[in-house]
Nanobody, 115 residues
Framework: VQLQASGGGLAQAGGSLRLSCAAS????????MGWYRQAPGKRRELVAD???????NYAESVKGRFTISRDNAKNTVFLQMSSLKPEDTAVYYC??????????WGPGTLVTVSS
């Protein structure tokens, strides 16, 4: 499984960005897909994840501001980020859980939110 993320960049506080992550390869074994982020000097943390059945889970810090969704036919997961805050600045990573056996990670995309 290979993951390719896109959509990162620079936004002002209060603005929006949309991240996309497309999976390729043996995608039929993927159930849970999610977004994680890692800010400088901090540990990587879960932002949101979504099952193939579209059950979602969010970090408290992004609830009401971020929305995760997926297109199973295109093996793509999206993260719509609104009301961005400077503390959302981080490298965002897409993750796919393969059959509960192993995780695959995308290369990361930088999101910078200016105040």
């Amino acid at each position: 499984v290979q993951l390719q993320a896109s959509g990162g960049g620079l936004a002002q506080a209060g603005g929006s960005l949309r991240l996309s992550c497309a999976a390729s390869g043996s995608t039929i074994g993927i159930n849970l897909m999610g977004w994680y982020r890692q800010a400088p000097g901090k540990r990587r943390e879960l932002v949101a994840d979504i099952t193939r059945g579209r059950k979602t889970n969010y970090a408290e810090s992004v609830k009401g501001r971020f929305t995760i969704s997926r297109d199973n036919a295109k093996n793509t997961v999206f993260l719509q980020m609104s009301s961005l805050k400077p503390e959302d600045t981080a490298v965002y990573y897409c993750k796919a859980d393969y059959r509960g056996i192993r995780d695959f990670w995308g290369p990361g995309t930088l999101v910078t939110v200016s105040s």
